[in-house]
């Protein structure tokens, strides 16, 4: 698999199992933290959105993708953990990552040097990353994480330029090159995904 930070989730899991052990007793299903992460997300990416002119709306993203990040490890431990696995959670969770990417990076296309066009391919190409790991369970092998610029690095690179531009530093004319560049790398995964997901099904690997 390539570099990701996808490797550092067990650690992280561990970090929470306590948490979600406690959220489980207190009858706290997965989809129900699924569509929390979707609606905390779409809110505030249209928050930012409207609010793109007061750069320190973007102040917000970070914390934003911290939490959603966070939630998605969540819901994944109580589905696997606690045995709340169902296909309704399965369409959920897929659904509500592709939405709720394009609803945090969607406020970047008011920030220049960047604009709709750059934001767009980002996003076209996460939701087909985002499918081509989907489709491994349906050619027999497992759901596909490989690198680069999966979720969670996506994550990391949006949470930092909010930052950086919601402390109001002006992004250089040079940084235009930076979404392209993402969606070059993105597309990298998705080969990725489709080339190893197609060799370990035709090793009967799951």
Do not use: H
């Not at 989809?31 to 928050?47: D, K, P, R």
């Amino acid at each position: 698999m390539a570099t990701t930070l996808y490797a550092l989730k067990p650690k992280f899991q561990g970090l929470l199992r306590p948490f979600v052990a406690r959220l489980a007793a207190a009858g706290v299903t997965a989809n129900q933290v699924t569509v929390l992460a979707l609606a905390m997300s779409v809110a505030a990416g249209a928050f930012v959105a409207v609010e793109a002119d007061e750069v320190r709306t973007f102040l917000l993203l970070p914390l934003v993708f911290l939490i959603r990040m966070t939630l998605n490890a969540v819901d994944g431990m109580l589905a696997r953990e606690f045995g709340q696995q169902s296909p309704l959670g399965a369409y959920l969770n897929e659904l509500a990552d592709v939405v709720s990417d394009a609803a945090l990076y969607a406020p970047f296309a008011f920030v220049a040097p960047f604009g709709p066009w750059s934001i767009g391919l980002v996003i076209v190409a996460s939701c087909l990353s985002e499918m081509a790991g989907a489709l491994g369970p349906m050619v027999g092998t497992s759901r596909r994480f490989d690198g680069p610029m999966g979720k969670s690095d996506r994550a990391l690179v949006f949470g930092a330029l909010g930052l950086y531009i919601g402390l109001g530093f002006a992004l250089p004319a040079l940084a235009f090159w930076l979404l392209p560049a993402l969606a070059l790398l993105i597309g990298c995964n998705i080969v990725s995904r489709v080339r190893r997901g197609a060799a370990a099904a035709a090793k009967g690997v799951r």
